[in-house]
């Protein structure tokens, strides 16, 4: 499998809950994949931060592994975030998503207990020598609380043979000039932070991990084509159009403000996870008129 | 039930793990407990930080809060901590400490999407409404990703019937200042960061909330022993005596520290979980040579 | 000439202007200096942060640094800030302070560059060099825009003949710890963070260098006896009592709140000077509200 | 007078001072502005950080203006640097460089004591009363101590007539964008971040204020002229290829590095004024490596 397989936008689908019963909703998980692979986007990355993959029990998790993956059915690359506090649980998902068909796995070394370079290079080891498909290597300190300097990072792509891809969500964009460095150009990097999208391309990110797309998936594939036609102009004109729901998303929290959005778009997909809330009406109506206004 | 029931020195035993299984290993966390009560510790606070409460399966969970709090056996007053990531999850193990016997639960507002401070007030006020016991709030950014003000902390013990006391563990002084005159000295405050324990006491704090009697009992108990006789000079003395041991199983992470030492003591614990690691061998060198500069 | 010369709480005096010419007002000057004194403060330390020392012109420094000296006379002892940008101007300095009378000068490593540990070392060194009486290490980040570690302060007053105590304004009071460590309680320290003033003499420090004595020149004075005395919860409640207003001039800077709290008790010593501005109507009732409270 | 007086590559020149008499160089200064001009650089920016500005005496100051506005002899436009602690000195500086022809006057809000927004905008308002040319307001709160919010930055832009560019050193990309929101893009913005050279014209400054020319001026004039050109990719190779040299001028701070770098290049222009040091031999030669590899 070739690292090109990523590259462009990769998109976050949410993780919709019945109303009812708090679990998981099929139905509603299905389509949201649906409108995403329909928009065009280049891969599919469920059970991420946005999917609020850290609230769900165990049994949840598989499940919507399961229905995510196989519903993508190929149409685009999948690449499933099994991220979790335990090694042994981590390695229990890492083998799911392969099991059920990912083309990658992207693993954000959550902590409790801040770690050690040492546990850090152990966690990633031990996931990677479990399975054979490739790994995104994350890092996030805002959610995980743990951060890998480019070096750790850059050394870790070195020594495991299946951690090929790197996912930068910090929005340092100086972190991607050291990872760059650090390796000639040869890691490939995710861009994680929506509003350095145009400044990371500009850097030579091969892809902006997104959750954008469920709200303005056009906007954002646009903005990509831009780049890859050498347009900075327009892409920078694309850029901040788009930059105050990217802006507004982040601030308000993805499962938060993408599910409000997604409910001003006509698709009810329920509230976030208890203790998130659902947005708040005057907050609702803001995204509203930020995407009304990029239409 | 008096909120004076806590004060002094409360401990946090570790969660030993059985080498073959990996599960609770039931034996060596009685004997942990006895230790601690046996050498007069004030209080027991099970599943906290240092009893790796975030790496434990629900059904793990359950098993070393019912072993702590029975074997306990009311000898003194005992807080279990019953954070969650879920306020589902959290309230079902609050509910379970109760049902068990404890006499009050410490809830950190852990996170992985930062929370609001309307999200924070209503995951204590669900959890508060389920059970009868007091509530000990904590605040750790540090672990918990979630920094709640000192004015927001005041409002909830005022607002929210059974939050009765608060435990710091910032390791700044000021906050317990405001706390003190946000109520008039009127909130019970503990601090739980160990290199405060002296000016904590200075300024009020009604207790020291420590990893540390595991292998330093007699010092901490010392310690507030001169504070509450008035012997500034000699609390002094004792505070630095212990520092060195305070600070370095603060810097290495308390269940890997703790374990490292009640090993040098006698007590074979076993390791951290995964991802975290055992201390190394120099490092449980240098922690055994502190360890005996203060026999 | 001892170490010990200076202890208990060392106090800053301001620096008025002449509202004609803006130049120093030096009967104003004299009247607040005799008002320290005469309040039974420990010493006296002209041209420090409180003093506007940095918007001053040569000329001007030099002329406040007589007047202050040669008006305290020997009644208590004097530390000069003698700090500047420059290394030649700050060993211009020294050398005036010390010709002048002064016991000590106090040198903060101001810079626009930062330094490097050895550009901070040969700083020191080459004023020290210059002059023989001590100098007092000030460490105030904020201000100075340098920070310099424990280790490298108890480096310096080992290594550099005449460097003798330190001052320490970061309100850190772990730093205070490592300090005592390195030089197993040897190197007085003094404490330059008004609401860590409890803490600090908790924790060792030999004095208290502060700006309030200007307006509560008693309960400053009163805290300083009861932790001699051994007095722990009369020391903290008077530590309370007045940390509202060590808190409010902290805030507000040193020299607008002062000069602002000295008007309110009927000493008009002006303005700070531009771009300081003077402290609004509406703060300055507030500060009112806060001293009459302390009466 | 244009805004569009400043665009691409604006040079910082270095104040070399005699080594015997230790005052202001005129020779080398003169020789150093016109090796810029020489090169093509679009503006000369003298008397900024790189220009040791505050490590002069009021006369030196005078002197090195009048020395660099005469001798670029409006070859270029001239913008400089005039930031003093005191709104005094630094409206004394402002109209002393409008008399000897700058075109425009850079103002960093340097602070001792933390300003209020209030006090920041008096600051300039009074400097741009008092003279007809345009302000271009600075910010880099590592050296000032200040750090302006882009809200307060674009409005001095809209409420202070002459203050009409703006030079952000923060090195965050995100002020860029949200200078360009609060105005549609109408604020021309010059990047003073030697790393975020390449983000910074992708998000459309209008100039990089930079030293890198003394050293390397071709590569940052083809950096400039392939962004200009649209020619992304060439551009990223031009930045990722000189980035080296800026990232090592910008650790090791610009007089030092540049004064090192310049005699490498066989101009000595002597060292930096103390407390700052001569580059290290040993850093010296990492330098001449970096310059050599990409010659």
Known sequence: MSQALFKGIIAYPITPFDRETDGID?????????RLVNDGVHAIAPLGSTGESAYLSDAEWDEAAEISIGHVAKRVPVVVGISDLTTRNAIRRARFAQSAGADAVMVLPISYWKLSEA??????????????IPIMLYNNPATSGVDMSPQLIA???????????????????????????????????YNGSNP?????????ASGWCTAAPNLIARLTLELYAAIQAGKLDEARALFYRQ??????????????TIKAG??????????????LMALSDDATARLGALLEAVQ
């Open 243 to 256: 930059l105050p729901v990217l802006e507004f998303i982040l601030k308000g929290g993805l499962p938060t």
């Open 119 to 132: 546990e850090i290079v152990r966690h990633y080891s031990e996931i990677a020598h479990a399975i054979d």
């Open 262 to 275: 997604l409910k001003l778009k006509g698709h009810d997909v329920g509230a976030p996870r208890r203790p």
């Open 26 to 34: 099929g139905p509603a998980l299905r389509a949201s994949i649906d």
């Open 155 to 189: 050394r870790m792509v070195r020594e495991i043979d299946n951690v090929t891809m790197v996912k930068e969500s910090t929005g340092d964009i100086q972190r991607m000039h050291v990872l760059h460095q650090l390796a000639d150009g040869e890691i490939p990097f």
């Open 196 to 204: 350095l999208a145009l400044e990371a391309f500009c850097a030579g």
